[in-house]
T-cell receptor, first 112, second 114 residues
Framework: EPEVTQTPSHQVTQMGQEVILRCVPISNHLYFYWYRQILGQKVEFLVS????????KSEIFDDQFSVERPDGSNFTLKIRSTKLEDSAMYFCASSARYNEQFFGPGTRLTVL | GESVGLHLPTLSVQEGDNSIINCAYSNSASDYFIWYKQESGKGPQFIIDIRSNMDKRQGQRVTVLLNKTVKHLSLQIAATQPGDSAVYFCAENLGGGGADGLTFGKGTHLIIQP
């Protein structure tokens, strides 16, 4: 069964450093998303991406964040200068049609 | 306040019994609702969805009920099994386009007692 994959599973970085989280969405999907989940809290929407541009973004997705689809298979989330409060699980999701979003296993980001 | 929330943080059920997980939403314009299951260390797993033009939808051992009058959503799991132990989130979509983000509730931790 096709699934969303994410790398790395765990990323440790120093505050102020740049990180890139990578995702490979399900191959025939057209819509891509990033969410985050701070430990013990609910999942929060960050951004959605369609047709090579951002479709929607939340208040969390400020100028420190960017997304890119550099080729036909990868979808990346970049945080330019990480802060302690960026520590969270980051989930990529994709969908083929309206709303049925499938999530990847997540990347745990730890900012020291 | 948030648009989607849950009544109970933890629900403990005997194996084999049925369970009901509840969710309240506040935005009457929401038109799509999903239940996700999240096991420890994993991403949310799609269980079942329902659109606002329906009040009930059934899947394998699961049923979602939508009461638009009181803005209430529930997930019923029949004949619970140990593998059903997880955190369950309801989520809603507030927009009308194809790439809209989901708004998640806080989650209910379902514990299946042997």
């Amino acid at each position: 069964e096709p699934e969303v994959t994410q790398t790395p599973s765990h990323q440790v970085t120093q505050m102020g450093q740049e990180v890139i989280l990578r995702c490979v969405p399900i191959s025939n999907h057209l819509y891509f998303y990033w969410y985050r989940q701070i430990l013990g809290q609910k999942v929060e929407f960050l951004v959605s991406f369609y047709n090579n541009e951002i479709s929607e973004k939340s208040e969390i997705f400020d100028d420190q964040f960017s997304v890119e689809r550099p080729d036909g298979s990868n979808f990346t989330l970049k945080i330019r200068s990480t802060k302690l409060e960026d520590s969270a699980m980051y989930f990529c999701a994709s969908s083929a049609r309206y709303n049925e979003q499938f999530f990847g296993p997540g990347t745990r980001l730890t900012v020291l | 306040g948030e648009s989607v929330g849950l009544h109970l943080p933890t629900l403990s059920v005997q194996e084999g019994d049925n369970s009901i997980i509840n969710c309240a939403y506040s935005n009457s314009a929401s038109d799509y609702f999903i239940w996700y299951k999240q096991e420890s260390g994993k991403g949310p797993q799609f269980i079942i969805d329902i659109r606002s033009n329906m009040d009930k939808r059934q899947g394998q051992r699961v049923t979602v009920l939508l009461n638009k009058t009181v803005k209430h959503l529930s997930l019923q799991i029949a004949a619970t099994q140990p593998g059903d132990s997880a955190v369950y989130f309801c989520a809603e979509n507030l927009g009308g386009g194809g790439a809209d983000g989901l708004t998640f509730g806080k989650g209910t931790h379902l514990i299946i007692q042997p």
